[in-house]
């Protein structure tokens, strides 16, 4: 899949920048998401980028069954001196 191929559809109306004390991991999102679609025959095709908006999953999609999805565990704290400290549990 080139880059070139890919198409951009931009938001008629952007969402208002967040200030930075309103930053919290997960909470805040981009305008737009990437897409590209797959078939067996074709390989992922269609790439494109869009306005953010809810995913469509198929019900037998892996991870809504028996939790069989990925967990990577890592974490991330700020110490008292303002450095970042990173483990896996």
């Known amino acids: 899949m080139s880059s070139d191929a890919?198409?951009?559809t931009k938001r008629t109306n952007k969402k208002e920048r967040p200030k930075d004390k309103d930053l919290a991991f997960g909470t805040v999102f981009t305008d737009h998401m990437f897409v590209a679609d797959f078939q067996e025959e074709?390989?992922?095709?269609?790439?494109r980028v869009e306005p953010y908006a809810p995913l469509s999953l198929d019900p037998a999609t892996a991870v809504l069954h028996y939790g069989q999805s990925l967990f990577e565990g890592l974490k991330a704290f700020r110490g008292k001196d303002g450095t970042i400290r990173?483990?896996?549990p």
């Open 86 to 88: 990173l483990f896996r």
């Open 42 to 47: 074709k390989g992922w095709y269609d790439p």
């Open 6 to 8: 890919i198409r951009v």
